[in-house]
């Protein structure tokens, strides 16, 4: 199975700073029809997780700009720019190149 | 509005069977692949598999397709997911997925 190695495993944050997350895969996460199938989901405390970026860098509908996804290949990032307090909670990165689908660990973000 | 409600978790003893229930709305449900995600109690994220929009195709992760079967009634918009011999490591939060859109989960507990 893809093994994605998110780091680091907590993010402390000042509301107002911006965060980066990393999302690295154990193989390339090219499809062989050229799209890169890796996702980005923010749970929220006590929430289901909520997807926020597909296919690296495409935000889902409603999500903000400050919200930005870049990477290819095997090495992924996930930026937020002026974090504010309803961006907290834990992020995961997530693969569907590669039968089976895999999630990374989760990142948490929270505040300093 | 897309909504995907699970039921029919709970306590069960190891060894058991259960069958969770997704009912979906919002949307024609006999269009869309769908497919179960769980979350254990640590928060680690699994795919368990998916099954084709009109049931003729299912997927699995290897570690569980030997347990688990899911299937689906189009004329009750409703997906399954049936748990056979449950184990302790079954413990988790059971999601319905389309995509971006998420349950709110089910919670299964495998305990004597």
């Known amino acids: 199975d893809v093994v994605l190695t998110q780091t680091p495993v907590a993010q402390p944050v000042t509301l107002g700073d911006q965060a980066s997350i990393s999302c690295r895969s154990s193989?390339?996460?090219?499809?062989?029809?050229?799209?890169?199938?890796l996702e980005w989901y923010l749970q929220k405390p006590g929430q289901s997780p909520q997807l926020l970026i597909y296919?690296?860098?495409n935000r889902f509908s409603g999500v903000p700009d400050r919200f930005i996804g870049s990477g290819s290949g095997s090495d992924f990032t996930l930026k937020i720019s002026r974090v504010e307090p309803e961006d907290l909670g834990v992020y995961y990165c997530?693969?569907?190149?590669?039968?089976?689908?895999?999630f990374g660990a989760g990142t948490k973000l929270e505040l300093k | 509005e897309v909504q995907l409600v699970e039921s029919g978790g709970g306590l069960v003893q190891p060894g058991a069977s259960l069958k969770l229930s997704c009912v979906a709305s919002g949307f024609t449900f006999s269009d869309y692949w769908m497919s179960w995600v769980r979350q254990t109690p640590g928060k680690t994220m699994e795919w368990i598999g998916d099954i084709k929009y009109d049931g003729s195709y299912t997927n699995y992760a290897p570690s569980l397709k030997n347990r688990f079967t899911i299937s689906r009634d189009n004329a009750k918009s409703t997906l399954y997911l049936q748990m056979s011999n449950v184990r302790s490591e079954d413990t988790a939060t059971y999601y319905c997925?389309?995509?971006?859109?998420w349950g709110q989960g089910t919670l299964v507990t495998v305990s004597s």
């Open positions: 997530f693969q569907a190149t590669h039968d089976p689908p895999t």
């Open positions: 193989q390339s996460l090219v499809h062989s029809n050229g799209n890169t199938y």
């Open positions: 296919k690296v860098s």
């Open positions: 997925t389309r995509g971006a859109y």
